[in-house]
């Protein structure tokens, strides 16, 4: 995990389950474009999955972590914990 909104990504949908576009935008204080870069970097690491549908006649897209995401979400929580209890 790279930075903190990614970090703050994989928690919010390790957590929550799927969310979409706009719902973690608004939860996220981000603008379009930089949570679409997180999304996308998220994706290809493997750690978010997606699902599209219409709402209407709207597409939504709703993202949730996957396996390898909770898995590493874990771990880094585990490596801040580790730090913090060593010092």
């Known amino acids: 995990i790279i930075n903190m909104l990614s970090f703050l990504l994989l928690y919010i949908t390790s957590n929550l389950g799927y969310l979409d576009f706009n719902t973690l935008k608004e939860l996220l204080g981000v603008t379009d474009g ?3 870069s997180h999304l ?6 493997g750690y978010l999955t997606y699902k599209k549908k219409f709402v209407g006649r709207k597409p939504n897209t709703n993202y949730t ?3 390898s ?3 590493a979400f874990k771990k880094h929580i ?3 914990e580790k730090l913090l ?3």
Do not use: M
């Open 65 to 67: 972590a996957t396996t």
């Open 40 to 45: 996308k970097y998220l994706e290809k690491a």
């Open 69 to 71: 995401g909770i898995n």
């Open 85 to 87: 209890n060593s010092h």
């Open 34 to 36: 930089n949570l679409a």
């Open 78 to 80: 585990h490596a801040i």
